[in-house]
C-alpha cells in the first residue's frame, strides 16, 4: 500500500484566494483525520470523519474551513478566503477504527507527508 | 495547564546514551501514543499503548495509568534517533480524537 496521500505537497497562495488540500487514506481504513502543525500552536486535530460521515469538527478555526469525505477514499480540507494566519502544514491520517460489535483494533494512525501552505 | 505536558523540551545526547522522555496527561484516555517526526517533516507512530509496557528493538515505552504518566526510552541511542518525540492521548468514550504534547526536540551528536 502507497500509504496516505496527501496532494499538494506545498502550496503558496495569496490571501483571500480559495485553498483545497486533498487527501487519500490508506484502502480499508474506515477513519479520516486532518490535522495541522504550527510552530506556536503544535499539532491540533481540525476534524475527523468515521465512515466518511464527521464525528468532531470542534477543531475547525471557524468558517473559513470546511471539510469533506464524499466517499472512503477521498478526503478534501478547504480553506476559503484564505488568511496569513492560515499557514502551517496540514497532514491527514487514517486508521482503522473499531467497527460496532467488532474486535478492537490497535487504532493507530498512519500520517500523510502533510501540505506545507503558505498564505501571503 | 496543557493537558498533555511533555519533559524536557529539548534534549541532547551523545551517542551511545540511555534517553528518557516524559509525559504527564491531565484527562482520562483510553489509550497514549508516542509519535516521531523526523526533519523532513513525516510523522511516524511508534507506540500506542494502554497499559503496562512496549518494546520495539531500541525503544521501550511504558505507561503508568494511575499516575497518569508515560516514558519514552531510546537506548544505545544513535544520530538517526533526532527528531521531535511526540507524546498524544485519546480521550475515553470511544473517542478517535487526540490531543497533543508540544513535543521533545532530540538530538543526538555521534
Known amino acids: 500500500d502507497a500509504g496516505v496521500i496527501q496532494s499538494p505537497r506545498h502550496e503558496v497562495t495569496e490571501m483571500g484566494q480559495e485553498v483545497t488540500l486533498r487527501c487519500k487514506p490508506i484502502s480499508g481504513h474506515n477513519s479520516l483525520f486532518w490535522y495541522r502543525q504550527t510552530m506556536m500552536r503544535g499539532l491540533e486535530l481540525l476534524i475527523y470523519f468515521n465512515n466518511n460521515v464527521p464525528i468532531d469538527d470542534s477543531g475547525m478555526p471557524e468558517d473559513r474551513f470546511s471539510a469533506k469525505m464524499p466517499n472512503a477514499s477521498f478526503s478534501t480540507l478547504k480553506i476559503q478566503p484564505s488568511e496569513p494566519r492560515d499557514s502551517a502544514v496540514y497532514f491527514c491520517?487514517?486508521?482503522?477504527?473499531?467497527?460496532?460489535?467488532?474486535?478492537?483494533?490497535?487504532?493507530?494512525?498512519?500520517f500523510g507527508p502533510g501540505t506545507r501552505l503558505t498564505v501571503l | 495547564k496543557n493537558e498533555v505536558e511533555q519533559s524536557p523540551q529539548n534534549l541532547t545526547a551523545q551517542e551511545g546514551e540511555f534517553i528518557t522522555i516524559n509525559c504527564s496527561y491531565s484527562?482520562?484516555?483510553?489509550?497514549l501514543h508516542w509519535l516521531q517526526q523526523h526533519p523532513g517533516g513525516g510523522i511516524v507512530s511508534l507506540f500506542m499503548l494502554s497499559s503496562g509496557k512496549k518494546k520495539h528493538g531500541r525503544l521501550i515505552a511504558t505507561i503508568n495509568i494511575q499516575e497518569k504518566h508515560s516514558s519514552l526510552h531510546i537506548t544505545a541511542s544513535h544520530p538517526r534517533d533526532s527528531a521531535v518525540y511526540i507524546c498524544?492521548?485519546?480521550?475515553?468514550?470511544?473517542?478517535?480524537?487526540?490531543?497533543f504534547g508540544t513535543g521533545t526536540r532530540l538530538q543526538v551528536f555521534p
Open positions: 491520517a487514517s486508521s482503522l477504527a473499531r467497527l460496532a460489535g467488532g474486535p478492537l483494533p490497535d487504532n493507530e494512525q498512519f
Open positions: 498524544a492521548v485519546r480521550g475515553g468514550g470511544g473517542t478517535d480524537k487526540l490531543i
Open positions: 484527562v482520562g484516555i483510553s489509550a
